[in-house]
């Protein structure tokens, strides 16, 4: 035999993985396979996949290849010529996305070779370390990865993976229960989810989407950025999933695991704020009683319904914990309760011939939530008789999606996807055996009339969901690429239509709350709509009073999108490419009458521009960047709130008494500009004209970014790289409430303020001048141009930089490793969608823009803020039967503010209590008070796979957070006045989870 020379790549073979074969897509479902080969006659390709699939395409006279749209799959690729297999490869394995160069030494090629294999030679001995095919950011982690990893088993665990990718505030969840993720600053309500290239996002509010079974789940592609005009609709990041299939092999298995609450720590309790007038260390709310335990059982089965035709593959996975929670000191009850989380993933594959495929997926998944709840006494740490069963919650998605692949020539690939979703969110409010409305704020009643002690009425019944409703989503995606020359051309369209049906909310008990205040006696309860000093009314000279709250939302809404793109993959030479592409987005949103309110229907064009260099020819080092814009459409539940006539209102009074049952006596109304009850945004049940919800000239929000980054392989083990990247919110859509400033500017412009009518909030581009239509009297608007100088606002900002750095060693069968470093900084007067920092969830109807005097002194590090995070993740085959990996995050602590009410006299004069951005009469930014503490956690795991079971049993124990490190992720910054501190100013919010751990059992066969 003779020795097989090792010889390296060739300029050409190595730009080989992006000459037409097209840049990394985002959320994309498949990948692709490139290479050279010898420039000869007669030559071919042959592509064989263990799912089926069968492709031979022509080696072209340059000696280049490329097989585009591949299924996930594992195959074996083949050199021949005239007709002779004259050399393999086999195990080649695709990721998500990317190019897999397969090259063949320019070996003379002939009949002889064919039956002589070892006279030909293979360019490289294993897979290119850098895809120098892609312009985008991502970190793909695939099916193996999942099982060596310590992670929480959810999209959104995977996803923290990734470089800037951090938890979000513990107030948000998904529709599931899931905890959300900001990337890269943005708000968590701004990402985008994907199953096998179906559109899942949460269609309601953004926040989070329908995912897959952790164990079905055969790649996660997380991106952070310079995705291509192929998608949008996120200007945070992107989680897309791919399922797994089945192959021409059945395999199955099943796996249970079990995390008990003997393995748990103990969660720190929550203690007041501040010492006054609690002592130090005061309990608010007791965790450490609190227990819990999960349990999992999954199982899967996949293979050949008919082989190399039609294909199989089943996952279920039901999750159940059982626990109690002992809720604060004003709604003081141990509440035992049971999480029910089934799922279930199936896919059909078939390959109708060697050039079309269908598939066909359909996903599952519920969330159930029911308890009890029990009397507990603060004061004897004891838990008393049954009160009442808790709500019952019971979220259901079901997803279909069909996808068809047609390769109509080499050069020629279709492909066109509709998927459809619905949720129903059923909602049994309890039976709490109690008459009588919610009373909150029990910590503010006047202490002279309780006693010392709070009374309420055991009403736990606050607001209550409609039960009857439900969402759905469609999602239809057509594209088209042609192959010619030095281009990848790529068009297509990609149409979404969001339908929230019967959503709505209203009180239950009584169908009003109660709710005590106190405050500065000398004070206005608010200055605009006015509410009077509690002082000028008997009960209120020490600043106690209360008030009744109505609220009440009931709508069907929609939401429509529509985008068409272009792109072209230009291989300007053989090292470099270029990915160009323009996207024209359009939104459209309905009120409950089918009118629209919001019509973003002119072209929002959006280009990408995207650069990848092989500098030195041979996939070694690349130097690559992107620059894009992205649009964004506002969810459907912002119609609730601005389009469908909600009601909202406040009604004030003092009181001079407290009966046992903790209802006031002795009232006396407060005097108000309405003359009772108040709303401070306008909402009093009315449903406004569409015309004059919006501003005429509104625009959608988007984000510009722009990304240079470095790889570079150190050696045939090792590959180091750095990233800069910089975000730029440049619009922003928010409710504007100042309703005076648009009142003076229409005076001002010659209006007759007599005969129109001037809405409360409007839908604006905050920062910018707007118009707003007046509805006249009589019919017609009234055009008013209101600038940003007329309401007193500063210009809006939210900007993002970072700079990563990595080093990574790819899994070589004996251990893995990745580090990343990312130094980053999120700063401006806006955090997008959402407020993290109080935990105001209403999708672009936040406390931010309703008028000048909140966003004065704004300007600051925004709640997302990491500026150091440090990522260590990686796996050690200790022996052929143990395994050992590791999950390491340190990261500094998020932002730390204070609000409080206006000004040096700290006055209300927006009527909106403590939520300025002054701090005991002065000016307090965001992240003015400093940081919370760095955090440090350690996730470690251990998997015995013996030998005399094959290796197919396998036993694994992880535990997380290992340290026990609970440091505090956030606080309430609401700080009241300097002469009535707000009980919970500077009360922690959450900790980090306290250490559990998880044990396993997993057979394979």
């Not at 985008?563 to 993959?569: K, L, R, T």
């Not at 910054?973 to 707000?982: E, M, W």
């Amino acid at each position: 035999m003779h020795p097989r020379p090792t010889l390296r790549h060739t300029l050409l073979c190595a730009a080989v993985a992006a000459v037409l074969s097209g840049t990394a897509f985002g959320q994309a479902t498949t990948g692709r396979i490139a290479g050279s080969a010898p420039a000869a006659a007669g030559e071919t390709v042959l592509i064989e996949g263990s799912n089926g699939i069968v492709r031979e395409v022509q080696v072209d006279p340059r000696g280049r290849y490329s097989a585009d749209a591949l299924p996930l799959a594992t195959y074996k690729v083949s050199l021949k010529s005239n007709g002779n297999v004259v050399d393999s490869r086999d195990n080649v394995t695709l990721r998500v996305g990317a190019a897999t160069d397969v090259s063949f030494a320019p070996a003379a090629a002939s009949a002889q070779d064919a039956q002589q294999l070892d006279q030909v030679t293979v360019s490289a001995t294993q897979l290119p370390k850098i895809d120098v095919a892609t312009v985008a950011s991502s970190t793909v982690i695939t099916a193996g990865d999942l099982a060596r990893l310590p992670l929480q088993r959810s999209a959104e665990g995977i996803a923290l993976l990734a470089p800037g990718a951090s938890r979000g505030s513990t107030s948000f969840k998904g529709a599931m229960g899931n905890t959300l993720v900001s990337f890269s600053g943005s708000s968590v309500t701004e990402n985008a989810y994907y199953i096998n290239g179906m559109n899942t996002t949460d269609p309601l509010s953004g926040f989070g989407g329908i995912t897959l079974p952790y164990g079905a789940i055969d790649q996660q592609e997380v991106l952070s950025g310079g995705y291509s005009a192929m998608y949008g609709r996120s200007d945070g990041g992107v989680i897309s999933q791919v399922g797994k299939r089945g192959t021409n092999e059945w395999h199955a298995g099943a796996q249970v695991l079990w995390e008990p609450d003997f393995a748990r720590a103990s969660a720190r309790n929550i203690t007041y704020g501040h010492g006054n007038p609690h002592p130090p260390g005061t309990i608010v709310q007791r965790n450490d009683r609190n227990h819990e335990w999960t349990s999992t059982v999954s199982a899967y089965a996949g293979g050949p319904l008919v082989k190399d035709k039609l294909y199989a593959f089943a996952a279920v996975e039901m999750e159940r914990s059982e626990g109690n929670s002992i809720g604060d000191v004003n709604h003081a009850y141990d509440t035992k309760y049971t999480y029910k989380d089934p799922k279930w993933y199936g896919k059909l594959d078939w390959n109708i011939t060697d050039s079309n495929i269908l598939e066909l997926t359909g996903v599952n998944q519920t969330h159930r939530t029911n308890g009890n709840k029990y009397d507990y006494d603060y004061q004897t740490d004891e838990v008393g008789d049954f009160a009442n069963t808790d709500s019952t919650y019971k979220t259901r998605a079901m997803v279909y999606v069909a996808k068809f692949t047609s390769y109509i020539t080499d050069d020629l690939t279709l492909t066109a996807l509709y998927g459809k979703s619905k949720l129903t969110y059923y909602n049994e409010p309890p039976d709490t055996g109690v008459t009588g409305p919610f009373i909150g704020g029990l910590n503010q009643q006047n202490p002279a009339l309780n006693g010392g002690t709070p009374r309420g009425n055991g009403q736990t019944l606050d607001t209550i969901d409609n039960p009857d409703h439900e969402s759905t989503n469609r999602n239809l995606r057509v594209d088209l690429n042609y192959r010619i020359g030095d281009h990848s051309i790529t068009a297509g369209i990609d149409n979404q239509d969001s339908r929230d049906i019967d959503d709505g909310t209203t009180i239950g008990g009584d169908g009003y709350e109660l709710w005590y205040g106190h405050q500065d006696p000398n004070l206005n309860i608010s200055d605009s709509p006015f509410v009077d000093k509690p002082a000028n009314y008997p009960g209120g000279g020490t600043g106690y009073f209360a008030y009744i709250r109505h609220y009440n939302t009931l709508a069907s809404v929609r939401v429509k999108q529509r985008a068409q793109y272009v792109m072209d993959d230009w291989q300007v030479t053989d090292r470099l490419l270029l990915s160009l592409g323009l996207r024209n987005d359009q939104f459209t949103n309905y009120n409950p009458s089918g009118q629209p309110y919001l019509n973003l229907t002119k072209p929002q064009w959006a280009p990408r521009l995207g650069f990848s260099w092989d500098v030195n020819g041979d996939s070694t080092m690349k130097i690559y960047g992107n620059a894009g814009r992205y649009f964004l459409a506002m969810p459907a539940s912002v119609a609730l709130r601005t389009s469908a006539g909600s009601l909202a209102t406040n009604q004030y009074f003092t009181y001079t008494g407290i009966d046992g049952n903790g209802l006031p006596t002795g009232i006396t109304y407060i005097a108000s500009s309405t003359g009772g009850a108040v709303s401070p945004n306008g909402e009093y049940g009315q449903p406004p004209d569409p015309k004059t919800v919006s501003a005429k000239n509104i625009k959608s929000e988007y984000q510009d970014e722009f990304i240079l980054g470095m790889d570079q392989q150190l050696n045939k083990e090792w590959i180091w790289g750095a990233k800069a990247t910089v975000r730029k919110l440049r619009n922003a859509l928010d409710d504007v409430c100042d309703n005076g400033a648009i009142t003076r500017a229409a005076v001002a412009q010659g209006a007759d303020i007599d005969v129109v009518t001037v809405g409360s909030c409007y839908l604006s581009n905050p920062g910018r001048a707007n118009v707003y239509q007046l509805k006249k009297e009589g019919g017609g608007y009234y055009d008013v141009t209101v600038t940003n100088a007329d309401f007193g606002f500063s210009h809006l900002k939210r900007n993002y930089y970072g700079l990563n750095l990595y080093l990574s060693h790819p899994f070589d069968g004996k251990w893995a490793a990745k580090i990343d470093y990312l130094y980053s900084r999120s700063y401006g007067n806006t955090e997008g969608q959402v407020r993290s920092d109080v935990g105001q969830g209403s999708v672009s109807a936040s406390r931010d823009w309703d008028y000048a005097t909140l966003m004065d002194y704004a300007n600051g590090y925004l709640p997302n803020d990491r500026k150091h995070q440090l990522k260590l993740y990686g796996s050690y085959q200790l022996a052929a039967e143990w395994l050992l990996s590791a999950n390491v995050t340190v990261q500094s602590g998020t932002p730390k503010s204070c609000l409080g009410r206006y000004g040096a006299n700290e006055s209300d004069p927006s009527g909106y209590g403590s939520y300025y951005h002054f701090c005991f009469g002065e000016p307090s930014a965001y992240g003015a008070k400093g940081r919370e503490p760095w955090q440090q956690l350690v996730d470690l795991n251990v998997e015995y796979r013996p030998l005399w079971a094959d290796r197919k049993l396998a036993f694994n124990v992880s535990v997380f957070n290992v340290l026990n490190q609970q440091r505090a992720e956030q606080r309430n910054p609401v700080s009241g006045s300097s002469k009535s501190i707000n009980d919970g100013y500077n009360q922690v919010i959450s900790y980090t989870q306290p250490r559990y751990a998880r044990f396993g059992i997993t057979y394979d066969f």
